[in-house]
């Protein structure tokens, strides 16, 4: 009897673990994404902090090949609560790598700055915040899993072994 | 230890229902936000009341920064289930300040009256039932801490001492 309790036990522990790995509740949850079509020169997303944390996060942006799902480039951007950042989608994310593409996928992390500083191939811990927006419509929050995390920032650090800061995205003050 | 074995399932199963309470899962939770870039003249927010709590709320509305994150003005609009209100931001929430700026921060708090009255730098506890759109697109709903909430209306407080109605909402 006590040690079937004990197993409804620890089933019952794992509830509230999985569900909260598992649900992105909130629109400024830390993963993001939208599949981006007719991609054009001036497209931009732009990123805020709710400041749900009381403290700046990293948005870490990657696009990703809409035929291969290999990734075209990272870069991440340092935002303070409150404050809204346009990253040029060709002129900066891409690097205004040539052709355009026409379409991509767009994903979008946030974590907390490591050291002050951010890294999208080597994120901090991830947390909620982020609030983002292509246009008129928001990006869209998803479930993240180990696997994608880690094919995201391996690749990011394939093609940019330093940490690459967006171009829109000042680097955080130096610390006092 | 079969009682105690029980007594602790008991704790953990009211884990699910006290997270569900933390979670803001409906479009008309409490904290509503939206970065707008290219703002015009005559951009405006429009709000209602979805009566979730059977009665009036408050929409406070803050303007922010964007370069810097530092507030630049707040009201707050008094709304009737079923109401609707649409304040402009430049002419209304931003009190026609000159110059305009050309992208901000827009964070929307929905809060209980206090004794009938509104104030973005003393909300009431805060409700559910508020719905926001800029244009055809919904604001966001987001994570609030105690921190944000606290920089929100300590902010609107230092420049607004006594509460300041949006002008497009009519005092009750």
């Given at each position: ?7 409804v ?7 509230p673990t ?6 992105p ?19 931009a ?7 749900a ?15 291969d ?6 870069c ?10 346009s990253?040029?989608?060709a ?9 355009l ?7 979008l992390l ?14 901090g ?5 982020l ?8 990006l869209?929050?998803?479930?993240l ?22 171009d829109a ?5 130096p610390?006092m | 230890?079969?009682k ?5 399932m ?8 006290l ?7 409906t479009?008309?939770?409490p ?16 709000v ?7 009665s009036?709320?408050c ?9 810097d994150?530092?507030?630049v ?5 008094h709304?009737f ?9 430049a ?41 926001a759109?800029?244009?055809?697109t ?10 944000e909430?606290?920089?929100?209306t ?10 300041r ?6 005092v009750?």
């Amino acid at each position: 009897m006590v040690k079937h309790a004990l197993l409804v036990l620890a089933l019952v522990l794992s509830w509230p673990t999985l569900a909260a790995a598992q649900n992105p509740v909130t629109a400024d949850s830390p993963f993001q994404m939208r599949a981006l079509v007719s991609l054009k020169g001036k497209d931009a997303v732009v990123v805020s902090n709710s400041g749900a944390n009381g403290s700046a996060l990293c948005a870490n942006a990657y696009a990703f090949d809409a035929q291969d799902g290999q990734l075209l480039d990272c870069c991440s951007c340092h935002v303070p609560p409150n404050v809204l950042r346009s990253i040029p989608i060709a002129a900066d994310l891409l690097e205004n790598d040539k052709p355009l593409p026409k379409s991509l996928v767009l994903k979008l992390l946030a974590s907390i700055p490591v050291a002050g500083e951010c890294s999208a191939s080597a994120p901090g811990a991830l947390i909620v915040g982020l609030t983002a927006w292509k246009g008129e419509t928001p990006l869209t929050p998803a479930t993240l899993s180990a696997a994608e995390l880690s094919a995201m920032t391996v690749q990011c650090g394939f093609a940019h072994p330093a940490a690459r800061t967006c171009d829109a995205c000042p680097a955080p003050p130096p610390p006092m | 230890m079969v009682k105690q074995v029980l007594v602790a399932m008991g704790f953990v199963l009211s884990w699910p229902t006290l997270a569900a309470a933390q979670n803001p899962v409906t479009a008309d939770s409490p904290f509503q936000m939206r970065a707008l870039v290219s703002l015009k003249g005559k951009d405006a927010v429009v709000v209602s009341n979805s009566g979730a709590n059977g009665s009036a709320l408050c929409a406070s509305a803050y303007a922010f920064d964007p370069a810097d994150g530092q507030l630049v003005n707040c009201c707050s609009c008094h709304l009737f289930p079923n109401a609707m209100r649409s304040i402009p931001i430049a002419a209304d929430l931003l009190e026609n300040d000159k110059p305009r700026p050309k992208s901000l921060v827009l964070k929307l708090l929905a809060a209980a009256p206090v004794a009938g009255e509104c104030s973005a730098s003393a909300p009431g506890s805060l409700a559910a039932g508020l719905t926001a759109w800029k244009g055809e697109t919904p604001f966001t709903t987001a994570t609030l801490s105690a921190m944000e909430l606290s920089t929100m209306t300590t902010q609107c407080g230092a420049l607004h001492p006594t509460a300041r109605p949006c002008d497009a909402c009519p005092v009750p």
